[in-house]
T-cell receptor, first 113, second 113 residues
C-alpha cells in the first residue's frame, strides 16, 4: 500500500514570506503527483500536476518540484498573501492506470496579515 | 462547462436508512471516482469507473455500491447507513490520457445519526 506524508500538519507565517510545503511518498513507480488547495467546507482545486518525467512545474507564485529518487515533492509559495490561507493536499498516482489518487493528510496554512 | 457537480450538498441520515449521492460531469471524461474525507485526513478512494458499465473497488468500498450507466453520471449508493459513514464525499473525473489530472466536485457532507 502506497503512503503519502505531508509535513508540517500546520503552518502559520506572516504575509510576504516565501514558504515551502513538503510531501513524501513511498511509491517508487509514481506516475505523477498533483497538488491541490482546499478551502474550508469546499472541494479541491487542482494547483499543479507534475509528471514523473518532469522535475518541476510553475504557475504564477507557485512552484512544485518532484524528486523520484528521494520520494519527495515540494510546493514553493512565493510572497505569500492572506488569500493563500487554506489546506494544501498532495496526491500521487501509480502506473498511469485507472486507479485513483493516494492522498496525504494535508498542511493547514495560515498567512497572517 | 459546469465541470463536476454533486447533489445534495448536505444530508442527515438515520442509522439504517439508504440514500444515493449523485455525481455528474459534462467534460466527457471516461474515468470517474468516489472518495471520502474524514476530519483531518486525506481522501480515500471508495470506487472508480473507467467507462459506462465498468466499475471497480477502491481502498474502502464496504457499505457502498456504484453504477455507471452513462458517461456523465456516477451515483454512489449507501444501503444501510452507519455512523462510520459520516464523512464528506467527493466525486472526481479525468480523461484517459496520460495527463491524468483529476477534477473534483464540491462534495456532499453526510451525517449519520
Amino acid at each position: 500500500k502506497q503512503e503519502v506524508t505531508q509535513i508540517p500538519a500546520a503552518l502559520s507565517v506572516p504575509e510576504g514570506e516565501n514558504l515551502v510545503l513538503n510531501c513524501s511518498f513511498t511509491d517508487s513507480a509514481i506516475y505523477n503527483l498533483q497538488w491541490f488547495r482546499q478551502d474550508p467546507g469546499k472541494g479541491l482545486t487542482s494547483l499543479l500536476l507534475i509528471q514523473s518525467s518532469q522535475r518541476e512545474q510553475t504557475s504564477g507564485r507557485l512552484n512544485a518540484s518532484l524528486d523520484k529518487s528521494s520520494g519527495r515533492s515540494t510546493l514553493y509559495i512565493a510572497a505569500s498573501q492572506p488569500g493563500d490561507s487554506a489546506t494544501y493536499l498532495c496526491a500521487e498516482s501509480s502506473g498511469g492506470g485507472a486507479d485513483g489518487l493516494t492522498f496525504g493528510k494535508g498542511t493547514h496554512l495560515i498567512i497572517q496579515p | 462547462n459546469a465541470g463536476v457537480t454533486q447533489t445534495p450538498k448536505f444530508r442527515i441520515l438515520k442509522i439504517g436508512q439508504s440514500m444515493t449521492l449523485q455525481c455528474t460531469q459534462d467534460m466527457n471524461h471516461n474515468y470517474m471516482y468516489w472518495y471520502r474525507q474524514d476530519p483531518g485526513m486525506g481522501l480515500k478512494l471508495i470506487y472508480y469507473s473507467v467507462g459506462a458499465g465498468i466499475t471497480d473497488k477502491g481502498e474502502v468500498p464496504n457499505g457502498y455500491n456504484v453504477s455507471r450507466s452513462t458517461t456523465e453520471d456516477f451515483p454512489l449508493r449507501l444501503e444501510l447507513a452507519a455512523p462510520s459513514q459520516t464523512s464528506v464525499y467527493f466525486c472526481a473525473s479525468r480523461t484517459s490520457g496520460r495527463a491524468n489530472e483529476q477534477f473534483f466536485g464540491p462534495g456532499t457532507r453526510l451525517t449519520v445519526l
